[in-house]
């Protein structure tokens, strides 16, 4: 069976370093693209990223591009979201997601990782 | 890149139709026919119901159907169902290589 599993929620405080992970089992994984969608408390879906695996290459909503980074380590079919310095703004339940092309929908989803950065 | 426009909130009874709009512009719904939809329940990961404007997933009751003219894509819902009732998000692919989601609309069963 495919699956996207992520990494547990996680509490930080502003300024601080944080690295989410995104692991892929059941399917071929460097075949599929992996995003990942942010979704704030109460609100609706946000597109930041996409990385195919197989090459590393990234295109990235320009809104968190500078902010967030994605890498991808397909020898343990694992894609990585991190942030060198949180804000409080980035609290979030963050989602990864696979497509077989860059304009597929998105047909499996991991679970959702809750961070939440206060003070 | 803007979000779509979608209607924060539609209903409908059981077993009627109903009909969820998201609009675009040139750049992204009206110039592709790359448009997902996706329903999200209370607490759970997103899950894809159309894809590429009209095309179901594997397992997707055909109780839904999706559809594009111009800059704007619709997702209709026939057979309204309780388990219906739930979040809905489209999706676009953009000239800038990257995706965009609508709002989100709330369906609700009467």
């Known amino acids: 069976e495919v699956h996207l599993v992520q990494s547990g929620a996680e509490v930080k405080k502003p300024g601080e370093s944080l690295r989410i992970s995104c692991k892929g089992s059941g399917y071929s994984f460097p075949t599929y693209l992996i995003t990942w969608v942010r979704q704030m408390p109460g609100k609706g879906l946000e597109w930041m990223g996409m990385?195919?695996?197989?090459?590393?290459?990234?295109n990235y909503n320009v809104s968190f591009q500078g902010h967030v980074t994605i890498s991808a380590d397909k020898s343990i079919s694992t894609v990585y979201l991190q942030w060198s310095s949180l804000k409080a703004s980035d609290t979030a339940t963050y989602y990864c997601?696979?497509?077989?092309?860059?304009?597929?929908?998105?047909?499996?989803w991991g679970q959702g990782t809750t961070v939440t950065v206060s003070s | 890149q803007s979000a779509l426009t979608q209607p924060a909130s539609v209903s409908g009874s059981p077993g009627q139709s109903i009909t969820i709009s998201c609009t675009g512009t040139?750049?992204?719904?009206?110039?592709?026919?790359?448009v997902s939809w996706y329903q999200q329940h209370p607490g759970k990961a997103p899950k894809l119901v159309i894809y590429d404007v009209s095309n179901r997933p594997s397992g997707i009751s055909n109780r839904f159907s999706g559809s594009k003219s111009g800059n704007t894509a619709s997702l209709t819902i026939s057979g309204l169902q309780a388990e219906d009732e739930t979040d809905y998000y489209c999706s676009s692919y953009t000239s800038s290589s990257s995706w965009v989601f609508g709002g989100g609309t709330k369906v609700t069963v009467l």
């Open positions: 997601a696979r497509s077989y092309v860059v304009t597929g929908g998105m047909d499996v």
């Open positions: 990385i195919d695996p197989s090459d590393s290459h990234i």
């Open positions: 040139s750049s992204d719904v009206g110039g592709y026919n790359y």
